[in-house]
């Protein structure tokens, strides 16, 4: 697909008006306290709205993956390009239930290797270390069936 003078205009605008309006919210929010976490409470309604449901959005999804995953063990009713882009996430989410059902940090941990954003082995077992130390009081407990190999 080769794209056109008109597609790559639509772009720029799109990049232009992006950058505009976070230069600006950013100068805004910079105010004060009240500025950065309710605009001032001068927000209009509909934006309020569409971030309230991006956000929606951006936690339902993983959550109802999971919840296809712990009951079908599939993605069910998912048009047929669907599956392949969601198998990473869908793997990472079964190793998630199974480590909290079985109180596994070896599946947190392979969660967590899976996950793209991981920038080490060592940063996952030290993330899974911090995590079961803060959170121990809403966490169930999770054990070690290998220790990790020591640092280097």
């Known amino acids: 697909m080769q794209l056109t003078s008109i597609d790559w205009a639509v772009v720029a605008v799109y990049g232009v008006v992006t950058l505009v309006l976070g230069f600006w919210f950013t100068r805004r929010a910079g105010q004060s306290v009240e500025e950065y976490f309710v605009a001032g ?3 209009p309604w509909w ?3 569409t971030s309230i449901a991006a956000t929606w959005f951006v936690t339902d999804a993983p959550l109802a993956t999971a919840a296809l995953v712990r009951t079908r063990d ?3 009713r998912c048009p047929n390009w669907r599956p392949p882009l969601l198998r990473p996430q869908i793997s990472i ?3 998630l239930v199974e480590a909290f059902e079985h109180g596994s940090r070896d599946a947190l941990l392979q969660a967590l290797l899976l ?3 991981t920038v080490s082995y060592r940063a996952a077992v030290d993330l ?4 079961c130390e ?3 009081e809403v966490l169930p407990r999770l054990e070690w069936q290998r220790k990790p190999a020591a640092r280097g």
């Open 41 to 43: 409470r001068s927000l």
């Open 47 to 49: 934006l309020a709205g």
């Open 74 to 76: 599939r993605c069910s």
């Open 93 to 95: 989410h079964r190793l």
């Open 115 to 117: 996950d793209p954003t």
């Open 128 to 131: 899974i270390d911090l995590m």
């Open 134 to 136: 803060k959170q121990a």
